[in-house]
Each structure stands twice: as C-alpha cells, then as structure tokens.
Nanobody, 122 residues
Framework: QLQLVESGGALVQPGGSLRLSCIASGFTLNYYAIGWFRQAPGKGREEVLCISTSDDKRYYGDSVKRRFTISRDNAKNTVYLQMNSLKLEDTAAYSC???????????????WGQGTQVTVSE
C-alpha cells in the first residue's frame, strides 16, 4: 500500500535542466520528510537534499545548493527536485525516500522508490 514512485529522469546535455517527481501513494506525504538520494555507477549512495515536514530544506554538500531545488505539493502528494545547470558528475540513479524527519542516516528512511536515471552527456 505504501509506495513512492519517481519519474522525470532522462538523458540531458550539460547545462540542461530536469525536474524529478516523487509521488506518494498509500500515505499522506505531508506527514513525512522526503529525501532525495543519488547513486552514480560504481559509487555509494549519496544524500543530496531533504525537505522536512515543516518545509525546511536540507542540503548535503555545497555543489548543488545553487543548482538544485526541492519543493513539496501536498495537494498532489508529490515532492519535486528541480535540477538546473546539470553537470557530468550529476549522472546517477536518483531515488526518493520517506522518513519521520530529515536525517543523515539512511536507516531512518523507511520507504523508498525504485529510482529514476539521470544521465548528463553530450
């Protein structure tokens, strides 16, 4: 019943933009913090951003602060990740996950989507 589904991943050129969506079903998304994670080929999972239940935004690392934006639309039960000025190193599988609150511990996220692939290439 509880499910998160990501969409919006695509092949995009450097400098381009994408908007990823994380849609929740089976539960009310506004009661949860939603984090975005990414995993590049051969690399470990990295937390990128999180939006709290009070709409605070948490950024993990400085590289995305001026390029990525996280937002919530409770009416649509959806969290978005707007990615601008994409770089080659942004290439990864992006996943959203739900937790009681934003956390640096991956174990605190109890619900995970399957991921959507973002590939930045010429």
């Amino acid at each position: 019943q509880l499910q998160l589904v990501e969409s919006g991943g695509a092949l995009v050129q450097p400098g381009g933009s994408l908007r990823l969506s994380c849609i929740a079903s089976g539960f009310t998304l506004n009661y949860y913090a939603i984090g975005w994670f990414r995993q590049a080929p051969g690399k470990g999972r990295e937390e990128v951003l999180c939006i709290s239940t009070s709409d605070d935004k948490r950024y993990y690392g400085d590289s995305v602060k001026r390029r990525f934006t996280i937002s919530r639309d409770n009416a649509k039960n959806t969290v978005y990740l707007q990615m601008n000025s994409l770089k080659l190193e942004d290439t990864a599988a992006y996943s959203c996950a739900a937790a009681r609150e934003c956390s640096v511990e991956v174990y605190d996220y109890g619900y995970w989507g399957q991921g959507t692939q973002v590939t930045v290439s010429e």
